[in-house]
């Protein structure tokens, strides 16, 4: 028998409270599925004499990202109305390594939706949208940045969208799952 | 002769109304330190019969990118506290490419102090900073999340901070002219 698929589980959990306990769920939940899960904490090694701390994890996570087969994605919007720009950072070293990329949001509103929250859009001479400082919005119905979303439709899938309750927003892992689902549709029966 | 190399040139200013004009002026600064400047637009066919545009228009990044030598980065703040996540996601792709990056940004305060103006931060009991919802904020002293920072750490530069004029904030090209004076630095002088 093989060896599990790896999963290089990239998000803005890092950042939480909790986020070791996270890894941990999300490492169980790959488990479930037959593949194994790389959460970056894995990778960070103790501060290293002589090499700035983040550049210590930097190098950890990216080593990860090239031990990995596929990656699964939390794009919730992060202090803002998009991702989070290392998560983002990470999606986009997974096309240019040519990695399998799975992706979710615990906020099922569009990227026009939610710039809409933050100020009042007006359609210009041509129907864009632009916000008050003029600048224009993207109006593809996307979960966010087309490139985001369009790295995922050259794959044959979209960004999973799910509602998640507001206390739960980057604890929730429904969508997790579901691209838990998809990847072993896509890569598990195949091989 | 060679032919000048080709830098892929990434930023927010593609949503601005001046556009096409900030790519002729990116492109003419290109040109001035020897290089050649690809800017987004510059591939962005009309919309194709039965393809959406947003994927025409992913494609047609994408094929600059790989067209490309290097990529000069805008990572000013984009709606909120951090870089705009399409070009967050074109510099990770540099690094899944390989290729030289260079970026600037038009907001001199660290990724720490922007998040302090969105508000009230504490310190927990190991001296992390975090936000009104425990979400950890990270305290490097970069421009931006580290992922951005360390994948030019990793190349021997900084990203270039520069305090641009509010009503200037995407359009002025100073941060830009250092990348250029970098690039020409490190990959020209050299072939």
Redesign the interface.
Known sequence: MTRPLKIYLAG?EV???DAAALGVAKKALCVTHGFEGLFPFDGEAAPQSGT????V???A??ALMREADLGIFNLTPF????????T???????????KPSFAYTNDPVDLLGR?RR?GILAQ?AIGAW??QQ?????D?G?A????????L??QGRAIVRHSAAPDRLFADLTGFEACLRQAAEALVRRS
């Open positions: 803005p950042f939480l409270p700035r701390l983040d550049l994890i930097y190098r996570d990216v202090r803002g109305v998009s991702a989070d720009v290392g983002a950072f990470e999606l986009g070293m997974f096309a240019g390594l040519g710039v933050i210009d632009r916000d003029s600048i224009s919005v993207e593809f996307s966010d940045n087309l490139m985001l979303e369009m790295t439709a050259e």
